[in-house]
């Protein structure tokens, strides 16, 4: 872990004197600390500092450019949001001189959202509704904002197409030599080949239309009050982008309507909980639904599989070629983690039909 230098800090110029700097582990790709500073009257404040990956963000800039125009426009909104700590000179972020490689890292600031907790897995379907309402109502209130004047963070995103694609150059190159270990795995991607292709090609006929989306929207993204438990705000906009709202229903639904981690490694507890499905729906459709065309409506429940099958290929990928992407904690851990969203979109096809019937009547 690099932890933001004396330096990097004094670029932001927070008042008071540093007490403490303290890692916080989550997330795959950026790097987190929490710094608290004491005032002379003795009033502690706290930021977030992290180190914007820059393997992954290619151009910070508009990672930045993003966050800004999406804050600025939630805030006028009246919605509570991050916010973005300028450096002394007002740019948003310093690069990390330490970093060892052609690729740009930068840190930023923001106020730290105190008083907050994040669910890490759903606990009621109280819990699962509340999230999905927070995120579709984040998609709503950027309904309003001009797609075309977001860009694009990490371009195919989310184009499972061409994520088969990458899987396809790994598996040929094979740096790591770990392809002929997992040929079960590549047969199952492969195997959903034809479903993908009838969902991208049912989107790209119908009026699917080009929206603002948050394009990651896993339950820990949503703070909810740590006493009343209300939605506080949504974080980790670094992949707001403009695509589809199938991405962030899909990958919504994927990653709450499951009673475990992403990384559970026993798989008989993979499997889309319909009760929490349904919570899921009715959330995100409760801020949603009227903006949604029918088009749009109709291949929603497509979208919790079509999402798992994308992410278990980027695991996959990244497994094949030696851990390159995603922060892992053991040797297999990538591994583990596409076995997990394979079977969680085996689970999730096996109920298709139930699914199209409970997002209906959500
Ligand atoms: C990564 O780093 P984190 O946890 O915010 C990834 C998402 C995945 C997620 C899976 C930029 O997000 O796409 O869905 O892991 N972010 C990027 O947990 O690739
Ligand atoms: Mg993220």
């Not at 004491?38 to 009033?43: D, P, R």
């Not at 991050?82 to 740009?104: F, Q, Y």
């Not at 897995?121 to 309402?133: C, F, M, S």
């Not at 094979?174 to 492969?190: G, K, L, M, N």
Request: with cysteine; proline share 4%.
């Amino acid at each position: 872990m690099t932890q933001p230098s004396a330096a990097v800090l004094a670029n932001f110029g927070l008042a008071g004197t540093l007490i403490s700097l303290q890692p916080l582990k989550r997330g795959h790709i950026n790097e987190t600390y929490i710094s608290s500073w004491t005032s002379s009257s003795g009033k502690t404040r706290r930021y977030v500092h992290q180190l914007i990956n820059g393997a992954v963000f290619k151009d910070i800039s508009v990672v930045m450019g993003n966050i800004e125009k999406i804050t600025t426009h939630l805030k006028a909104a009246g919605e509570r949001t991050l916010t973005v700590i300028p450096t002394v000179d007002g740019v948003t972020s310093v690069v990390e001189a330490s970093v060892e490689s052609n690729d740009v890292s930068a840190w930023r600031t923001y106020e730290f959202v105190e008083d907050t907790i994040a669910l890490d897995v759903a606990r009621t379907v109280q819990d699962a509704e509340k999230v999905a309402a927070a995120f579709g109502r984040f998609d709503r209130l950027l309904s309003t904002l001009d797609p075309a004047s977001i860009g694009t963070p990490i371009p195919r995103f989310q184009d499972t197409l061409w994520r088969f694609d990458q899987l396809g150059e790994a598996i040929a190159n094979d740096p790591a030599h770990r392809a002929s270990s997992v040929t079960d795995e590549i047969s199952f991607a492969r195997s959903n080949f034809g479903f993908v292709q009838d969902v991208v090609a049912a989107q790209s006929a119908g009026d699917v239309k080009f929206r603002i989306t948050h394009a990651d929207p896993k339950i820990n993204n949503c703070l909810l009050d740590q006493k009343t438990e209300e939605v506080v705000c949504i974080v980790d906009l670094d992949t707001c982008m403009p695509g589809s709202i199938l991405w962030d229903f899909g990958d919504l639904a994927r990653n709450t309507a499951v009673l475990c981690p992403e990384d559970e490694p026993n798989l008989s507890k993979v499997v889309l909980d319909e009760k929490m499905y349904a919570a899921v729906s009715r959330g995100f459709l409760s801020e949603f639904g009227p903006l949604l065309t029918e088009a749009e409506r109709a291949l929603l429940p497509a979208s919790p599989a079509l999402l798992a099958l994308t992410l278990g290929i980027r695991f996959l990928t990244d497994y094949v070629n030696g851990d390159t992407y995603f922060k892992v904690s053991h040797r297999d851990h990538n591994l583990q983690r596409a076995r997990t969203q394979f079977q969680l979109a085996r689970s999730i096809l096996s109920v298709r039909g139930e699914l199209q019937k409970i997002t209906q009547n959500a």
